[in-house]
């Protein structure tokens, strides 16, 4: 073997062993987010303020996280000199971590009106909640194990799943509406707490969009392109 042989050898091996670590920090990141979601979620419908103010807390971690993954990827570009693959694999990693970390903020959003809570009344529209938490886990479970394998199939079929959330939405804002209207009337505190439910909805729908998100950057650490469905919702206008 000659010595250019040797040293590409050589940086094969560091990168591969780089990706690793990134993957399975980029992971836990993603299992922290998934985790602080569902808990925000529960705490909301429960008014455990003990569990809220974790999942406050606990964002700390997720940003940390964040960090150490910014600086893994940029050591492992300032040490070598990647090949494009590898730098669509940087490139996307660095865009999850982004969208890890938002979803760790919408968690933190719902768990911050926790605290704020005031009437002790049940909530009455909480299926719909409890439905969109279960669609969006489920998305982001398939996310993660998407980005883990390298499957961009995988990372392409949350698009249809996607659908899924978006109508559960539809159907939470549909009967939180028909509740204010018709449903309420002079029960200030069960409209109220049917506006929080909604706003807890709208949280939901946008986690589900940055887990849409992953998806698409796991396609792009694949192909080394972006997804077709973002090129054709970028030419006609629409963005998610």
């Known amino acids: 073997m000659t010595n250019e042989n040797k040293v590409h050898s ?9 990706r690793k670590r990134i993957v399975s920090t980029v992971i836990r990141m993603g299992e922290m987010a998934a985790e602080a979601l569902e808990n925000s979620v ?21 940003d940390r996280l964040e960090e150490t993954v910014d600086q893994e990827c940029l050591g492992s570009i ?17 865009k999850i971590i982004t969208d890890l970390e938002r979803i760790g903020d919408q968690a933190v959003a719902i768990a911050e009106k926790v605290l704020k809570m005031k009437t002790p009344s049940p909530f009455p529209k909480k299926e719909c909640i409890l439905n969109m938490l279960a669609a969006v886990l489920a998305m982001f479970r398939l996310a993660l194990e998407a980005f883990r394998t390298g499957d961009k199939e995988a990372a392409s079929f949350l698009w249809k799943r ?25 029960n200030h505190e069960e409209v109220e707490l049917g506006v929080l439910e909604l706003w807890a909805a709208r949280h939901l729908e946008r986690a589900g969009d940055h887990v849409i998100n992953i998806g698409e950057r796991v396609f792009y650490m694949m192909e080394c392109k972006y997804f077709p469905a973002r090129v054709e ?5 629409k963005r998610k």
Request: a negative charge; charged letters at 30%.
């Open 10 to 18: 050589i940086q094969e091996f560091l990168y591969a062993e780089d």
């Open 42 to 62: 529960h705490a909301l419908l429960n008014r455990d303020c003990v569990a809220a103010q974790k999942v406050i807390l606990n964002d700390d971690f997720i």
């Open 78 to 94: 300032a040490m070598r000199s990647p090949e494009k693959s590898e730098l669509c694999f940087v490139f996307g990693v660095l």
């Open 162 to 186: 996607d659908d899924e959330v978006d109508a559960i939405y539809a159907m939470c804002y549909d009967r939180f509406l028909e509740m204010a209207i018709t449903g309420a009337r002079g």
């Open 233 to 237: 919702r970028e030419k006609s206008g």
